[in-house]
């Protein structure tokens, strides 16, 4: 790592751990970035089906599910009341309308890892129960559920690693496929959630390092074992298409709820951000379907600016916040990482309209004002994409020609990313903290 980065102004910003606002100087047109990503629609629409032919399995083996005939999905809704709240709080107003994705609320795990997680297990099961002729493009997906393939996938093994959800989502799947599953959790991880898969049957490994040793540790040991698949959140195109589907489904979604986007109308998308997979994925759908109607904004903790920090010196994966000083510690579960994919950095490099950090300390307002004005619960994580619509600067909006006019029918959508399984006495401590940060002001 070279000493030159630590000059660079934005690095000495983030290293007073106050809350950063960085616009990409590299953005480019949705038709030029789309053309780097390395992936295509037709790799999102493939995703689309395949959870298409599993709908029937996961209707049966998830009856949450049923009434979506196993389509795995969450609603958009508008928060009017949180908009009067940011607004007062700010002494601003935001123009628009404020609505949120509430993944939140996502069946199985009840976070956006429901997503991606999900599809790479299914994709991963589809593929050797082929193999083994246990099924065909033809058949009835909920067969996977018979003895004969549970026994069949009892042989095969399956490990991650994670700060909690990801692991969350891929040891249900896992086990309830019958695979032989390992989640290898870092320190940050919370209790209830490794009570929770091991009540599922699930492996858990305990690690008191973060994210990057936990991962580290579970591909070693995957890679010693040749019936082992690992997921590797760092790295995998294919939980990023699971993501990516969601931006494709947006669109109708939107146009159900009233919601035009176009260039008169634009759509501003505030994504909490970790590894990248999840944020990155989701954008590249929402690129496909929107094109330069959609602005998407990457959120995370002051604490652990990984993507920010890669995306902005260009480093991607060669920079580590620990590298300019910063400790990778936040209450924020799910963004508690401290060296962004370099595959989701560079992929989407020219379609992120920026970044921005914000402190733990604004997620738990944000999270105790969203449960009063809306009366809707969210972890920590979840709240990083609150802050958005006010961080867009008088000057990005002129440079990208958006005026108040438009600006009045812009719609902006904070993806709402966990929350929904958090034990209750877990949420009131959540909701305690938020309001003595209120409070404290
Ligand atoms: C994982 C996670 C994210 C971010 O996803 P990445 O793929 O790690 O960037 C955001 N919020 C929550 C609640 C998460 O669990």
């Known amino acids: 790592m070279s000493d030159s980065i630590l000059h660079h102004p934005l690095v000495r910003q983030l290293q007073t751990l106050e809350a950063v606002t960085w616009f990409n100087p590299d953005l480019d047109s949705a038709q030029e970035g789309l053309k780097k990503v390395g992936l295509t629609r037709h790799d999102v629409q493939e995703a689309e089906a395949r959870l298409k032919r599993f709908a029937p399995l996961i209707a049966r083996a998830f009856p949450e599910t049923a009434a979506a005939k196993g389509i795995i999905e969450s609603p958009v809704v508008a928060i009017p ?44 099961a589809e593929k050797v129960a082929t193999e083994a002729g246990l099924l065909t493009r033809e058949a009835d997906y909920s067969v996977l559920l018979s003895a004969r393939c549970r026994d069949f996938f009892r042989q095969q093994r399956i490990a991650v690693g994670s700060t909690g959800n990801l692991g969350l989502s891929i040891g249900i799947i896992s086990a309830t496929l019958g695979f032989d599953v390992t989640v290898h959790m870092s320190a940050d991880a919370r209790q209830w959630k490794k009570e929770k898969l091991r009540s599922h049957g699930v492996k858990v ?52 709820a009233g919601r035009t986007v176009d260039a008169a109308h634009p759509l501003f998308v505030y994504l909490p951000c970790g590894v990248g997979g999840g944020p990155g994925g989701v954008a590249f759908g ?59 950095g560079r992929a989407m490099a020219q379609l992120i309209d920026g970044c921005y950090t914000l402190s733990d300390e604004t997620m738990y307002q944000l999270l105790a004002a969203l449960a009063e004005s809306e009366n809707i619960r969210l972890e920590p994580s979840a709240l990083a994409g609150m802050a958005g619509p006010q961080r867009l600067s008088a000057d990005y909006l002129s440079r990208h020609g958006l005026e108040a006019k438009i600006m009045a029918n812009a719609t902006h959508l904070v993806w709402a990313t966990g929350g929904g399984m958090v034990p209750e006495e877990e949420m009131q401590a959540y909701l305690a903290e938020g309001r003595r940060a209120l409070q404290k002001g």
């Open 81 to 124: 009341a949180m908009q009067r709240w940011l607004a007062a709080a700010d002494k601003r107003a935001i123009p628009g309308e404020l609505w949120l994705k509430k993944d939140s609320h996502l069946p199985i795990s009840g976070s956006i890892k429901a997503r991606g997680g999900i599809y790479e297990v299914l994709t991963h």
């Open 286 to 344: 929402l690129k496909l379907a929107f094109g330069d109607d959609v602005h998407c904004f990457f959120a995370e903790p002051t604490h652990s600016p990984c993507m920010l920090l890669g995306m902005s010196t260009g480093l991607h994966d060669a920079v580590a916040v620990a590298d300019i000083g910063i400790d990778n510690k936040t209450a924020a579960d799910g963004l508690a990482v401290g060296r962004a994919s370099g595959f989701v």
């Open 205 to 256: 490994v305990e690690y008191a390092e973060d994210y990057g040793v936990a991962v580290a540790q579970g591909r070693r040991e995957a890679e010693s074992d040749p019936h082992c698949f690992f997921i590797d959140d760092e790295n995998s195109r294919t939980l990023f298409l699971g993501y990516a589907v969601a931006g494709l489904r947006l669109r109708a979604q939107l146009q159900e």
